[in-house]
């Protein structure tokens, strides 16, 4: 098969695997006719076996259609191709030049020009030859078999017969598959639906996205009794029922489905795995943007609970629904808003969402949130914020932004200084975030936190030093600040009652500054000598 990019043949590395070489081809037919019946095999999805719509380069080098990639992604499948090889779907790149291409030959052909594939289409596709792959699998063993056993051989042909009728589900084995987020996730005994942050590089502590399904909910009216999930909704497809009431044009319809897929996913995780597929989410999406009060918080709700499971965080984010809960989070209610925040934080956790989110612009509304938020958005927000100021590219926005006075003003409300404070370290870790919190007296604030050492919980004050120290390398600034604002007895407060880690760098911080003090010192005795030398 011919494709834009392929790997140049014959290039191996050191340990036998072939090298990312990119070679580019690009398609010229030989004849000035085109035959508008007959499009020429290297503009045909080798999967799908249509025109592509949209065709990308995995790392393998060969070019598919993007929703077939997808398709074979999620069922877990590695077709087989002429040549023998299994393409690796792990990371794929538009191919821009085969799209070109495959638009000029439709524009002199007079072809109709393609259009996006439907995913199920699609699926049926994979799955047929999944099955003719399983069933010749199984029958070459056969063969093998009995050909060990009595030296016959087998034709060809029966080696494709008994073709299963009952292909394996889509993600059946995705709970298997996924890692657990224990210490990210919990479920409470009650109807909360809760996870726990990472433990912070800084101190282990606990961090738990709050309630989604409080009294004040909207749903309370007219959700449904027993909790379970309509019997239509547990079949083999389990994400059918759902679909199929998201898109009705009755409210109350979809108000008691989403209803029931909230419940459903609460504590479940394999349900919330099983049911979460690309066609889901895309029904999903128009009652995240619903006017009307029982679908929407719900909605939001059910998503939170859905970005719960591990496997579903990136499939979510690349769905399209972060910039629906960012606007959420910038107009909704105050019950969606919650959501919302709870729901950037569940998806922020992943590592390939972080920078995605950023560029979407969550960050200005989060820290917006942080303020003016109820104490559950507030909480998810600062938490959001941390996770995402992980990256460095989050934490240069939010530098831009103007986030370093706002985040020391909020380190003196009690209920998010802890939280806030986590953001305050990422920032204080680089180069723009250190200058911008020194402009902003960043020093002044901190030695103030840290002089009620009192009334400060363990988390806090390690993190207050923490961020001490990250502001006192490689700055002259800190120096001369902190001895304007008498660090010296705040930190020696600390080298007696602080923990480990913290007594390590208060006295690293202590000897700094005693060795500047020193340096300025015999600069000074150093010139008084020279001025009795020019007088003598």
């Not at 719509?53 to 997808?70: A, H, I, M």
């Not at 970005?307 to 769905?319: D, P, T, Y």
Request: with cysteine.
């Amino acid at each position: 098969m011919y494709s834009p990019f392929r790997k140049a043949n014959g290039e191996t590395g050191r340990h036998g695997r072939s090298k990312s070489v990119w070679n580019i081809f690009v398609y010229r037919s030989s004849s000035s006719k085109f035959d508008k019946r007959d499009p020429p095999k290297e503009l045909i999805c080798p999967i799908y076996g249509c025109l592509m719509f949209d065709p990308v380069v995995v790392s393998t080098g060969q070019s598919f259609e993007r929703t077939s990639v997808q398709v074979c992604k999620d069922l877990g499948f590695k077709p087989q191709l002429p040549n023998g090889l299994n393409p690796d779907f792990t990371n794929v790149i538009p191919n821009l030049a085969l799209r070109t291409t495959i638009l000029t030959w439709c524009e002199k052909s007079g072809a109709e020009k393609p259009h996006q594939p439907d995913y199920y289409a699609v699926e049926s596709v994979v799955r047929a030859s999944m099955a003719s792959t399983s069933s010749s699998s199984i029958s070459r063993e056969d063969s093998r078999i009995r050909r060990e056993d009595t030296g016959i051989r087998v034709s060809e042909r029966d080696l494709f017969k008994g073709v299963t009728e009952n292909p394996p589900m889509l993600l059946s084995h995705a709970a298997s598959e996924m890692k657990s987020r224990n210490n990210h996730f919990y479920s409470s005994s009650s109807s909360e639906e809760s996870v726990i942050a990472n433990n912070s590089p800084l101190l282990p502590f606990k961090t738990c996205l709050s309630s989604y399904s409080s009294s004040s909910s909207q749903s309370t009216s007219s959700e449904i009794i027993s909790g379970e999930v309509p019997s239509s909704a547990s079949t083999s497809s389990e994400d059918d029922y759902y679909v199929v009431q998201f898109k009705k044009l009755d409210v109350y319809e979809q108000e008691q489905a989403v209803i029931s897929l909230r419940k459903s996913t609460r504590t479940d995780e394999e349900a919330r795995v099983s049911v979460c597929t690309p066609r889901l989410l895309s029904a999903l999406k128009p009652l995240l943007v619903s006017r009307y009060a029982g679908v929407q918080p719900n909605a939001v709700a059910a998503l939170v609970n859905l970005s719960l499971a591990e496997i579903n965080k990136v499939k979510i984010v690349r769905a399209g629904i972060t910039s629906l809960l960012i606007d959420l989070l910038k107009g909704g209610s105050e019950e969606t808003k919650e959501h919302a925040a709870g729901a950037i934080f569940s998806l922020a956790l992943e590592d390939d969402n972080k920078t995605a989110i950023g560029v979407l612009g969550a960050l200005q509304p989060l820290l917006h949130a942080l303020r003016s938020g109820t104490e559950r958005t507030r909480h998810d927000s600062a938490l959001a914020l941390y996770h995402l100021t992980l990256v460095q590219s989050n934490r240069v926005k939010l530098i831009k932004l103007g986030a370093a006075n706002t985040l020391l003003g909020l380190l003196k409300a009690s209920d998010i200084a802890g939280k806030v404070m986590l953001v305050v370290c990422n920032l204080a870790a680089c180069q723009e975030g250190k200058s911008a919190l020194l402009d902003a007296n960043a020093v002044d604030v901190l030695l103030g936190i840290l002089r009620n050492w009192n009334k400060l919980d363990e988390s806090t004050r390690e993190n207050s030093v923490a961020a001490l120290y990250s502001l006192s390398q490689g700055s002259l600034r800190f120096k001369s600040m902190a001895k304007e604002a008498k660090a010296g007895e705040v930190l020696q407060v600390v080298v007696e009652r602080g923990s480990g880690r913290a007594r390590e760098k208060a006295k690293k911080m202590l000897i700094a500054m005693q060795r500047r003090v020193k340096e300025e010192y015999d600069d000074e005795e150093e010139e008084a000598n020279w001025e009795g030398i020019l007088e003598a």
